[in-house]
């Protein structure tokens, strides 16, 4: 048996043909030759998804703080860098 992998974007376009068809979910597992419970699985990550889009939880602006916490460390640590570097170098003179 061929266990088929699904690209996100066939994922999203089965379930949205499910969303928008009249079409049984039984008749649409079985045109993409899929389970029924590997279809409930994708519709609960697609709607968790939505859900979490219209609530305005954006990852983008995790990751834009995160970066930005780690810009300021970066920035922290090349200044006592630099410190240490000058009080190293008026050592050896």
């Given at each position: 048996?061929v ?9 999203y376009n089965i379930i ?22 590997t ?32 810009k ?5 640590l ?7 570097k ?8």
């Amino acid at each position: 048996m061929v266990v088929k992998t699904y690209t996100v974007e066939e994922k999203y376009n089965i379930i949205f043909e499910s969303l928008s068809t009249n079409q049984s979910i039984s008749e649409i597992c079985r045109k993409y030759e899929i389970s029924p419970s590997t279809f409930q699985i994708w519709k609960e990550q697609f709607l968790t998804g939505a859900r979490s889009g219209l609530e305005g939880k954006s990852k983008k602006s995790l990751y834009e703080k995160e970066i930005s916490h780690l810009k300021s460390t970066i920035a922290d640590l090349a200044i006592a860098n630099d410190t240490l570097k000058k009080i190293q170098q008026g050592r050896k003179r």
